[in-house]
């Protein structure tokens, strides 16, 4: 059970390889079985000698990278793996894999900006009348690079399709505070939030909203302040606005944005200095940044100059944008596009809104679905989801204007990956 990611499925690597790491994977797994332990080692990557300089902003500093995997098909994903990334060795690993449930799709984390995110959050998206939804609380520890998991608390609708598929944590302004993890459910069109203490341990959602027939809530993104909550829903074509309420921990009626039918919006950012949300959508391959009243946490329609295509206008193949990351400079930002198979990067004019693309990058890209930026904007992570370069992520050195990808190292093989994530403000 523990080798199912070896030669079953990579038959093209080296079994000798393969048979080693498994005779090891099996004894970790007889010795945690009597432990108890949750954490394995898969594979016979030696930790680095000086693990507390990963997470240093000095520059080509290594930094640990979490994995989140989906498979869509079955139930067979139910780890979340750390590795380390940089730009001049690309990514390595994985150090280890910790199981949290089935399905963790997508992570998300919170803390004060500069510190390391402690508490992180996976979303358990359930595929099967067999699998039940919900979220995954653990705790990282930096130091070791180590994942643990703190507890699950299941969607509170329940039943079948009942996993979320993205997640945000409220910001903290003290230390020890209780945090909340706002959920959107892509299958049931719902919003739920889940009070947490600060070991990451979850509670029972105590909000949720459920939204009109056809919705599928996708993305969940703060307000660079915290005052206000944005819910991107895919089929209903709007951006759901609530404020904030800090001191209940709950989600109240806020502006939100109606957008042209078959927009297909799916994930939102906000633009370095906080006057843009760019949104990307899904089947439209789109990126639109729109003007945002930070005082009345409202969002202005898209404009024609404001929007461009995050694919070639010459491809006549099928494409669907995935995610979306903006580099800390203000001036660039980056779209996955699956099955034009690339990252699309983008100039952005901050005073204007502006966008176009510069270039596409697609050496070992295929069907991206997941990628993460270094807070330091200085490497970029992908997860190839399925194609030929499927069941990997890749790591690309970007340039310090962020304009240029270069790829960095090699590719590192994962079990259909859905999502990166550096644990770091």
Not at 170 to 177: F, M, N, Q
Not at 260 to 285: M, V
Not at 323 to 351: C, I, L, Q
Request: aromatic share 8%.
């Amino acid at each position: 059970r523990e080798c199912h990611t070896s030669p079953c499925v990579f038959g093209w690597k080296k079994a000798t390889q393969y048979a080693m790491v498994c005779a090891v994977n099996v004894l970790l797994l007889l010795s945690a079985g009597a432990s108890g332990a949750s954490v394995r080692q898969p594979s016979p990557f030696e930790l680095p000698a000086n693990l507390p300089r990963l997470n240093a902003t000095a520059p080509n500093a290594e930094r640990y990278i979490l994995v989140g995997a989906g498979n869509y098909q079955s139930s067979n994903t139910t780890e979340v793996h750390v590795f380390i990334a940089s730009p001049t060795a690309g990514v390595q690993g994985p150090l280890r894999s910790t199981r949290v449930g089935t399905n963790p799709s997508w992570i998300c984390g919170g803390g004060r900006k500069g510190e390391p995110k402690g508490p992180l959050y996976a979303c358990l998206e359930s595929v099967s009348q067999k699998t039940e939804g919900g979220m995954a609380g653990t705790s990282f520890d930096a130091n070791e690079g180590k994942l643990s998991l703190v507890n699950t608390a299941p969607w509170p609708a329940g039943g079948n399709h009942g996993g979320p598929a993205h997640c945000a944590v409220a910001p903290l302004s003290r230390p020890g505070e209780t945090s909340y993890v706002v959920a959107a459910n892509y299958g049931l069109g719902q919003t739920a939030v889940f009070p947490a203490d600060a070991a990451g341990k979850l509670s029972p959602s105590h909000q949720m909203l459920q939204y009109d027939d056809g919705s599928h809530a996708h993305c969940v993104a703060f307000s660079p302040d915290g005052r206000f909550v944005f819910v991107v829903d895919l089929g209903l074509d709007v951006v759901h606005g609530y404020r904030w309420n800090s001191a209940s921990g709950k989600l109240e009626p806020g502006n939100t944005l109606v957008l042209e039918a078959g927009t297909d919006p799916r994930h939102l950012t906000f633009s370095a200095d906080g006057k843009w949300g760019l949104l990307q959508t899904e089947k439209t391959s789109m990126l639109m940044a729109l003007a945002y009243d930070s005082d009345e946490g409202r969002f202005a329609q898209p404009t024609p100059a404001r929007t461009t295509s995050t694919i070639p206008g010459d491809w006549n193949g099928i494409s669907y944008g995935a995610e979306v990351r903006a580099h800390p400079n203000g001036k660039v930002v980056y779209v996955s596009n699956r099955g034009h198979d690339s990252v699309a990067v983008v100039n952005f004019d901050p005073t204007t809104g502006g966008l176009r693309v510069s270039s596409w990058q697609q050496e070992l890209i295929s069907w991206p679905r997941g990628m993460d930026l270094s807070p330091e904007g200085d490497v970029l992570v992908v997860a190839n989801q399925q194609g030929s370069h499927g069941s990997t992520i890749v790591g690309f050195a970007v340039s310090e204007s962020g304009t240029a990808l270069k790829l960095a190292g090699k590719p590192m093989e994962v079990e259909e990956p859905t999502d990166v994530v550096f644990p770091t403000e």
